[in-house]
């Protein structure tokens, strides 16, 4: 019978050598199933989409997307996400390009994050019980926001599952993607609140054209800043050159036009220029301005004021062109929008055309020093909103409310994305009921047309927020800001739409 055993035990050998084999081979075969479907995981919520290495998506566990600038601040946020209860909360995202690859936009979207932050957690530990909390998580439409359908995707889905999302704040800039996102967004009946678009066609109309609706802004268009940059400026059609980009994007756009509308009856015909598709690259646009600076000197001697309709990167070229005219004898004064805060830390900026007769001022979303300074005027804002924020920045150096990260203020964008956030989360609070934790969706955008009045206006740090039933801020502090010779940036002056502070009622007049 021993043979009989010797042969039990090979066909055992091989059936378990068989086993072992099929075994591998099935193992392997998922580990490089996973393998291949985790490599485009960036994060959890985060992955690269198919033909892009960019990680876009929702980030709910403090994932930097990869930016050691936004390390401590995303921290910190995933750190007072875990301290709420699990069915006493609604979740705010904030949409931003946090994969931008330019300096200048990381730096943006650092500050915008960071305010977001801080009212974030005022809202949660400073709101006298009031309910529900804020989450806050971070969504990526990528770098220049060509994934924005597979983010919009995403952040329906959080409407109806655990995250109860009932806003995304920030958008960022200006862009057609954004404004395609945008629209989609509130298609779908997810409110949105723009902290730094200006855009007038990302905006609801005045004729009550809402192709956006639920939208709200904390920012005034650029209709209203070049108003108010006209009021401060004295702005007259004979003594002024405009110079445009051409075909230009949302923001350039609409600012030229209202600057156009400035200079009606002007005696020169205004100048274009023709940038990269990216805005951000430097392209052959720095030719074109050396040419029109010989135009500008070719003006008129009364002619004293440059307006500029683009983005910052042509803006620095044109300044540093303007540095090398020929008639450095004669003063100019050159206006432009609120892309000028952008050339405050820019290295490549040419500091010493500011000291051949050039100023360079533009608007600004918001600025420190615009309450804390001089004497502020009794409405339309306050120094106490201002002080409150420089509290809890004071607060964030250290746990439990930090460390944020590198702080700035003179860009204004963490005052900017600080107010948004506290716009937001006024709309949530304001649209829920009395007794229950979460509001309906469809209730939060319907908060934004009583944003006004004493009691109901959002006082926030950039200037009082009262909101037209559009869902645009009526009449809303503008601080004028100047580039420095000696770097950075200075506060000039308080500018208004209207050409003066609002009334202390705060409330937007009829048509």
Known sequence: ???????????????????????????????????????????????????????VGVSVSGYDFGRPEFREVARAIDRENG?????????????????????????????????????????NHAANGQAPAIRLVLANPGATGDHWEMLVDRLEAMTTSQDRLRAVAGVGMS?????????????RGIPVVGSSITADDLANGPLGEDRFPGLARVSPTNTDEARAL????????????????????????????????LLSGSPYEPQPFTPPADRS?????????????????NTAPETDTILFAGRHTQLRQFI?????????DRRFTLLTGDEGSY????????????????????????????????????????PQAMRELNALLERAKREPVGPIGKVGLDDGQLIIG??????????????????????????????????????????????????????????????????????????????????????????????
């Open 418 to 511: 600080y107010d948004a956030m506290r716009l937001t989360v006024h709309g949530i609070r304001e649209a829920t009921p009395e007794g229950k934790a979460v509001p309906p969706l469809s209730d939060v955008g319907l908060q934004w047309p009583q944003v006004k009045g004493k009691e109901l206006r959002v006082d926030g740090a950039s200037g009082w927020i009262c909101l037209n039933v559009h869902g645009n801020p009526y009449n809303k502090a503008v601080p004028i800001v100047e580039l420095a010779p000696e770097g950075g940036s200075r506060f000039v002056k308080l500018a208004w739409p209207e050409g003066r502070p609002p009334s202390a009622e705060c409330l937007t007049p009829g048509s």
């Open 281 to 297: 690259q430097e392209g052959t646009t720095a030719n074109t301005f050396r040419q029109i600076s010989h135009l500008v000197c």
């Open 1 to 55: 019978m021993r043979w009989l055993r010797e042969i039990w035990e090979i066909r055992l050998y091989r059936y378990v050598a068989v086993v072992v084999v099929a075994a591998l081979v099935t193992g392997l075969f998922f580990a490089v199933r996973t393998l291949t479907h985790d490599d485009r995981a960036c994060a959890p919520g985060v992955v690269r989409p198919e033909g892009s290495e960019d990680c």
């Open 230 to 261: 006209a009021s401060f400026a004295k702005v007259t059609a004979g003594k002024a050159l405009l110079v445009y980009d051409r075909p230009g994007d949302p923001y350039t756009r609409t600012l030229q036009q209202s600057f156009a509308s």
């Open 175 to 187: 862009t057609e993607y954004n404004k395609k996102a945008v629209a989609e967004l509130t298609r």
């Open 343 to 382: 050339l405050s830390g820019d290295t490549k900026l040419d500091k010493g055309a500011l000291r051949h007769n050039l100023s360079v001022r533009y608007t600004s979303l918001a600025h420190p020093a615009a309450w804390t300074t001089g004497n502020p005027p009794a409405t339309g804002g306050s």
């Open 320 to 328: 540093n062109a303007l540095g090398a005219r020929g008639c450095q």
């Open 83 to 123: 301290r709420l209860e699990k069915d006493g909360y609604v979740t705010v995202a904030l949409m931003l390009p946090y994969t931008a690859s330019t300096p200048s936009t990381v730096s943006d979207v650092l500050h915008e994050l960071q305010g977001a932050y801080l009212a974030q957690w005022q809202a």
